[in-house]
């Protein structure tokens, strides 16, 4: 037995290490990305930094509307903006059961996912030509009750201060007890 004392204070436990902790989140994400066709024909992916989610969405040439300027369609812009507003509320509701573990990553598969929001209502400005090159997400929960939830979201390319798209949605919160 060591003598080294308990770092961690009495009857406290040892966290868990980092690598479980970061294998538990991406898994849980991936799946929830996963469970949306649109994201999978899109090719959007998502980076998490702890409890933030950047969604990306890869250059391709078939996002392409106006092949003239080139800009990316807007009908692929407001897509990816609203993915990235649901898969934030969904990852932002079901967060604290993860960490508490009341929700085990092997339970989030493609066929035992959370219920994804409702959209009520999605509005787009478009403030520049979205360019020919990989695209940013990040959204933001401004409002998330039981029933109803307001997410504001915003896209850029080379400089997050400018950016190209941004979105606000009202959601109907689906009950997953």
């Given at each position: 037995m060591s003598n080294t004392p308990n770092h961690y204070g009495a009857g406290r436990e040892r966290p868990e290490p980092v690598q479980i902790v970061k294998q538990r989140r991406d898994?849980?994400?991936?799946?929830?990305?996963?469970?949306?066709?649109?994201?999978?024909f899109l090719g959007i992916?998502?980076?998490?930094?702890?409890d933030e989610l950047t969604?990306?969405?890869p250059f391709?040439?078939?996002l392409i509307g106006n092949p003239v300027m080139?800009?990316?369609?807007?009908?692929?812009?407001?897509?990816?903006l609203e993915v990235a507003a649901v898969i934030e509320l969904t990852w932002s509701s079901f967060w604290d059961d993860l960490e508490s573990d009341q929700i085990s990553?092997?339970?989030?598969?493609?066929?035992?996912?959370?219920?994804?929001p409702k959209t009520i209502d999605f509005t787009i400005d478009?403030?520049?030509?979205?360019?020919?090159?990989?695209?940013?997400?990040?959204?933001?929960?401004?409002?998330?009750?039981?029933?109803?939830?307001?997410?504001?979201?915003?896209?850029w390319q080379d400089n997050r201060l400018r950016p190209f798209a941004q979105g606000t949605g009202h959601f109907l919160m689906q009950d997953n007890g």
């Open positions: 898994t849980a994400l991936a799946a929830l990305a996963d469970g949306v066709p649109y994201v999978r992916l998502f980076e998490r930094h702890g969604a990306v969405l391709k040439e078939d080139p800009a990316i369609h807007g009908g692929v812009t407001a897509a990816f990553a092997e339970e989030i598969t493609r066929d035992h996912l959370p219920r994804y478009y403030l520049r030509t979205g360019l020919p090159r990989d695209a940013y997400a990040r959204a933001r929960v401004v409002r998330s009750g039981r029933r109803y939830a307001s997410v504001h979201v915003e896209a």
